[in-house]
């Protein structure tokens, strides 16, 4: 599993992607450096009355460490997030394919004009499945399907 941390104002999309990390504990560590970096930028652009801005980046660096996914924390107008995101393999990019080509090849069932075209494909899908559900032989090392899947 992989975790995503980033920030973006509530209702918009972040302006950047987010920083994806192996490890809770990475994406922890770098909002905790980048809410710290914020804390730090407050406290020295402004008078000394005034740094709740600062203090609540300061308080929310201090909360991230705390917390476990999902975290979400709003300083000012700005949501600081980290999520856990699940890994699409290869495999389950092959099963999705699988599902797709099927799909298609029913719309050409009783056609004549593509009929070696289609039993070709299907032989193909067949053995893809195949090697998806018993791990026997990588069909891209065939020359069945592409790097993504692909026939």
């Known amino acids: ?26 994406a ?11 804390a730090d930028h407050e406290y020295l ?7 709740v ?4 980046f300061r308080s929310a660096a201090v909360e ?4 476990t996914v999902p975290f979400a924390t709003s300083v000012g107008q700005t949501v600081y ?5 699940q890994e699409v393999t290869f495999e389950d990019e092959v099963v999705e394919l699988i599902c797709t080509i099927r799909s298609f090849l029913k719309a050409f069932d009783n056609s004549t004009i593509t009929e070696t075209m289609i039993a070709d494909l299907r032989n193909r899908v067949d053995a ?5 559900e018993e791990g026997d032989q990588d ?4 020359g069945w399907v592409d790097d993504r899947g692909r026939p």
């Open 1 to 26: 599993m992989k975790y995503t941390a980033g920030w973006n104002s509530p209702g918009c999309l972040p302006e950047h992607d987010p920083y994806v990390f192996d490890t809770y504990e990475e």
């Open 28 to 38: 922890r560590e770098f909002l905790f450096d980048e809410l710290s970096i914020c």
């Open 45 to 51: 652009s402004t008078q000394c009355d005034d740094w």
């Open 53 to 56: 801005l600062g203090d609540q």
């Open 64 to 67: 991230v460490r705390k917390q």
């Open 81 to 85: 997030w980290i999520e856990a995101v």
């Open 128 to 132: 893809v499945e195949c090697w998806v």
């Open 139 to 142: 069909p891209r090392s065939m």
